[in-house]
């Protein structure tokens, strides 16, 4: 998180800072407070003081919230948390001048200024207006159609899956670099960063030299250094070249001093894109008849370049000088007519029809109608003024060709820090600019193949036509608007992509995945890439020194398609893994959709040129292995065993070098099953729950601790594992189980918790079942409680505690419903995250979220609730948003009652002093008529479902022992035993009947129970789960206090069926980025 997510304590000097490395490396939460903690509680050494250190330190707490007091030293409460992250900023902070001027906020974005348009500038480029009509002449209507379909839909598919990985969280600015990288990793995000870095460059070259052929053959053609290029291929394409190097010169300058310029030059680009092609759909029906004014000049069916239209008679003089030059004549000449053909001839004329079907030709071949090679094949080597192809083409040749047409998509996601809501404006905006340009594209293959002749579409610098740009003859009202239009987008395109790629190079560079790239990742003095610029430029002037368009397309398409691919390949894989983090607010996706977008950029990888895309390939494979094994350790193994132990060694070798990012942080979940006297689980459903929270992902570890000697139960202990097998498997849960003998039950959990596991792939949740019967069974039942949840928090570990095991549900069973968070105090967010786990198991997938969260006196609990609205929509989490008020009331008599009545039970038992084995019978007795006194009409009262048994069990043992005593010597003794326990009764009884007044410590802590526990009811009591904050345990190890911390859960929880208490360990496990 940014260096903004600061969460602040009130009336308190130091400061939680939820900064993006704390929250990427996992640091924990507490670990500032507890040198403080330990100073403070250190020099108290009576109960007397130490409570009224606690009561000064906790002066500024809620009494509403006093029971959470020991969570809220170290962890924000949930108003002082969200309203903190409110006003976050998703931009990567630049560096800053201390003594600089603070800088004016920067304007957000929104849908169409931010994306659509960008997009549409982008997508819409050279190709439009020089080579779609030659494209649609060459493929035909259908072919073309198709090429342009195929196109459209790699780019649609594409943006579906960027908008996935664009929505899921807050993507800095970076583009598709950003995404993929953190998506596939640093190997993959490295590779293509590099091929967009490189296409991106090479869109440059292909902009310029796509300018310099607008200038030179459409609008000056006289400024031809090397002469005639309607003559010389070759001499057209070397002034490509010069002019192009002065062109890029020229343009390196303008973004080297001015990117502000080039920034406010996009804007007039734009305007000339639209323009121009308004005014084609203008001009195609202001010709629907066709255009009069322009003709070619044909031989027979084949297309003449230079021929001035009063000279197009076969009997003209000027047409016998090149065709009989030494008075014999060339014989396709004497065989043919030369006649005039009108070039634009209008919808109405029906010249769809001829150009329906395909007319692909190879190098050197004549342009003319239909394909007899009479007319169509040189065969005296001869051109006589005939335009040639200087091609061959072929249906993947032209999609090669064409498809930098439809490249652009990322121009909305590179600007997704300058958005006011990329969630929603990048899928927007995106997808309608590729339904528009596409729309565009479509139907102008329709309205070209229906409006020009064949011949001219065919005639690719319009040499038949005295060198026009045949786009711009159909435009209205006159040519020189596309001819400036286009030439002004192409110009501006190119400088985009000049400022665009140093900068993605720079990104790459600061990440410093490529160490030989460490040099362009400094910033001149003003803050501009230089040193990247100057790279560009020499890549960029590489692509010109090929100085044909025709050729840099094909390459620039293989870079482009390779970056497209890995989109959809992130998104795929991230769809089948199902990781936590992965929840897109767009939610018009599907994994199936993603790997057709990959075949599909594979597939025109490969048919448009193979041997580009095999440098395409190669490129990307070189640049992963050099990012993947650089420094890495190589292993040789025997066959297929061996590499599933090397890949399994080097896994866990990587997880174990650090904590993992909170984006992939997952419950690595550690159940603590209870056995009864027979080795069974006493909670079946402890193992559903575990299996619904993973929904089959991951794996858990199930361990049970059989109090006893370990050499002499051991077989107890292999056949209550088989048995804890037996019931991971009749429930699905993927992992392991053990069972560990422990003199200690209490000591064998805690070096479970400590030691279970193997490097990255140790616990880090924990799931253990309620005491049920911790009044029943005195002290040993909740100090293992207790002392447990003392262990997770000291091992920094989530811990899980479900209440009313037996009433969640079956995983073959699908509830409806709403799942209701009490979100009280911020531990890391592990609140928000289990609910939306749950969800993706099919039993839980139909029931909807509810958080409540409470307010206290100084919060504004509307803001607060627009704060936590705000906050859920960057997490990608939809649920509704209560914010409960709950005031300061006085301490009810009920309060004062339920604690006193507390306090003198605990006093009974200590005056008692009994050993378990003669106390039970009266700890019953005092727990069930103290229990029965205070306890409110609820829905349900949780019971030990093994209770019934257990006390059959003690009944028929009672039943025995009662015999043996009526008929033994030992009869005699029983009035004496049972006179004795009624005076120690009475006794104890007198004792704490004369203190009268509750510990205030403990009504506090009653009074929040209570309190809470009206509002939750109220609110939940038909939720079908209610997840909460588990309050912490009291830090001093006295019976009391633990006793007493027990019933204040009990009292937390009355009257709810299903209750899931949760305490985070510390670290961030969600996160609102990408």
């Known amino acids: 998180m940014p260096d903004r997510f600061q969460v602040t304590k009130a009336d308190e000097d130091t400061a939680l800072d939820y900064n993006q490395d704390e929250s990427a490396s996992g640091k924990l939460l507490g670990d500032i407070h507890d040198e403080t903690l330990g100073e403070n509680y250190g020099s108290y050494t009576d109960s007397g003081d130490i409570h009224r250190a606690e009561e000064n330190q906790k002066s500024n707490i809620d009494p509403n919230l006093y029971l959470y007091d020991d969570d809220l030293e170290t962890r924000p409460h949930i108003s002082t948390f969200i309203s903190s992250i409110a006003n976050y900023e998703n931009t990567i902070p630049a560096a800053t001048d201390p003594d600089a001027k603070p800088a004016a906020p920067s304007a957000r974005m929104g849908t169409l200024i931010g994306v659509f348009l960008p997009c549409i500038q982008n997508i819409f480029g050279v190709i439009l207006f020089i080579r779609l009509t030659w494209v649609v002449g060459t493929a035909g209507a259908v072919c073309g159609f198709l090429i342009v379909l195929t196109c459209c839909c790699v780019t649609m598919l594409t943006a ?21 990288s953190r998506s596939l990793g640093p190997e993959f995000g490295g590779a293509v960063g590099m091929l967009f870095y490189t296409g991106t460059t090479l869109a440059a070259a292909m902009y310029i030299v796509g300018a310099v052929e607008i200038v030179l053959t459409y609008m000056a053609p006289w400024a031809s250094i090397f002469g005639d290029f309607t003559k010389d291929v070759d001499a057209m394409y070397n002034n490509f070249r010069v002019y192009g190097t002065l062109l890029l010169i020229f343009m390196g300058l303008i973004v080297f001093l001015g990117v502000k310029f080039v920034n406010k030059f996009a804007t007039v680009a734009l305007a000339c894109v639209i323009l121009s092609i308004i005014a084609v759909y203008v001009g195609i029906f202001d010709n629907i008849h066709g255009n009069e004014k322009l003709y070619m000049c044909v031989l027979g069916k084949r297309l003449l ?14 047409m016998r000088d090149i065709y009989c030059p030494d008075g014999k004549c060339e014989e396709y000449f004497l065989a043919n007519n030369v006649t005039k053909v009108k070039g634009i001839k209008g919808l109405a004329s029906g010249v769809f029809y001829d150009n329906i079907f395909p007319s692909f030709l190879d190098k050197g071949q004549f342009i003319a109608y239909g394909k007899n090679a009479i007319d169509i094949e040189n065969t005296d080597g001869q051109s006589y003024n005939q335009i040639m192809a200087d091609i061959t083409t072929s249906f993947t040749l032209l999609i090669g060709i064409f498809f930098p047409s439809v490249t652009g998509i990322m121009a909305g996601s590179n600007r997704s820090g300058d958005l006011a809501d990329a969630q929603k404006s990048i899928p927007i905006g995106t997808i309608c600019a590729i339904l528009t340009t596409s729309t565009v594209y479509l139907s102008s293959v329709m309205f070209f193949a229906g409006t020009v002749d064949n011949l001219l579409l065919r005639d690719k610098f319009g040499q038949s036509i005295g060198g026009k740009l045949v786009v711009a003859n159909i435009a209205w009202p006159n040519q020189w608007v596309i001819l400036i239009g286009s030439f002004l987008s192409t110009l501006g395109a190119g400088l985009q992509s000049l400022t665009g790629a140093p900068r993605l190079l720079q990104a790459i560079a600061r990440d410093e995945i490529i160490p030989f790239l460490a040099p362009f990742a400094k910033s001149s003095k003003r803050g501009e890439p230089t040193r990247a610029l100057l790279l560009t430029i020499v890549i960029c002037q590489c692509g010109i020194l090929l100085g044909n368009v025709d050729l840099l397309a094909p390459l620039l398409s293989m870079f482009f398609l390779m970056c497209y691919g890995f989109v959809n390949l992130a998104c795929a894989v991230q769809t089948l893994l199902r990781t936590p ?49 650089r420094g890495a350790e190589k292993e040789w193994g025997d066959g297929i065993r061996g590499m599933a132990l090397t890949a399994a060694r080097y896994s866990l070798l990587r997880l174990e070098e650090g904590p993992p990012h909170t984006k992939n942080w997952r419950p690595q979940i550690l159940v603590l099953s209870k056995l009864n006297d027979n080795l069974l689980p006493k909670y079946r459903k402890i193992f559903s729950f575990a299996t619904q929270l993973k929904a089959g992902k991951g794996l858990t570890i199930c361990v049970s601790v059989i109090k006893g000697d370990h050499t002499k139960i051991t077989n107890k202990a292999v056949d209550a594992k088989s048995t804890l097998r037996k019931y991971m498997t009749d429930e699905k849960v993927k992992g392991f189980c053990d069972v560990l003998v422990s003199q200690q039950i209490g000591e064998g959990l805690s070096s479970v918790i400590q030691t279970i596991g193997l490097g990255g792939m140790k616990p880090n949740t924990v799931i253990i079942g309620w005491p049920y019967s911790w009044r ?20 920094h570990m989530a811990l899980m505690v479900p209440k009313g095991i037996n009433f969640y549900p079956e995983s073959n069973h699908k509830i409806g419903g709403n799942i209701d968070i009490w979100w009280i105090v911020h531990d890391g967010g592990l609140l928000m995250l289990l609910p939306f786990l749950l969800k993706q198991h099919r039993t839980w997938r139909n029931c909807k979220l509810r958080i409540f969260t409470v307010a206290q006196i100084e919060d504004n609990s509307i803001q607060m609730k627009k704060d936590l609205k705000t906050f859920l929509y960057h997490l990608r989490i939809e649920a509704d948003v209560e914010v409960v008020e709950m005031n300061n009331s006085d301490i009810s008599a009920y309060t004062y009652e339920r604690t006193l009545m507390m306090e003198q039970r605990n006093q009974m038992l200590r005056a008692l002093g009994l050993n378990k084995k003669e106390n039970s019978k009266v700890v019953q007795t005092i727990v069930d008529h103290h229990y029965d006194a205070t306890k409110t009409a609820s829905k349900v009262r949780f019971a030990d479902p093994t209770i019934e048994e257990i006390q059959h069990h003690d009944s028929q043992n009672d039943e025995k022992r009662n015999s043996i005593d009526l008929d033994g010597p ?60 588990l309050p912490g345990p009291p830090r001093e190890v006295r019976a009391e206090r633990e006793s007493n911390y027990m019933e204040f859960l009990e009292v937390l929880t009355e009257g709810l069926e299903k209750v899931l208490m949760v305490r985070g360990g510390g670290r961030e496990v969600i996160t609102i980025y990408s």
């Open 776 to 795: 029943q069974e005195g002290r040993n039942s909740w100090k293992t409680f207790i002392q447990t949840v003392r262990t997770v928090s000291a091992c």
């Open 305 to 318: 370049k230079d021929i001035p239209l009063d000279n197009c008679t076969k009997e003209d003089p000027f």
């Open 160 to 180: 579906i899956s960027m908008s996935a990985i664009a929505t899921n969280g807050v993507v800095p600015a970076g583009g598709s670099y950003f995404m993929i």
């Open 970 to 1029: 030992e009869n005699a003794d029983a009035p004496e035993t049972t006179s004795s326990k009624d005076e120690s009764t009475e006794k104890a009884d007198g004792d704490f009947k004369s203190s009268v007044k509750p510990d205030e410590f403990n009504v506090r802590r009653m009074h929040t129970a209570i309190k809470l526990n009206e509002v939750i009811v109220e609110k939940s009591q038909d939720a079908q789960l209610v997840i909460m904050n």
């Open 581 to 629: 983090n992965w929840r897109p607010r767009f939610k018009f996706y599907h994994w199936s959709l993603s790997l057709i977008g990959l075949t599909l950029c594979i597939s025109v990888m490969i048919m448009t040129s193979w041997y580009f895309a095999l440098i395409a390939m190669g490129m990307a494979i070189i640049i992963y292995k050099y990012i993947e094994y």
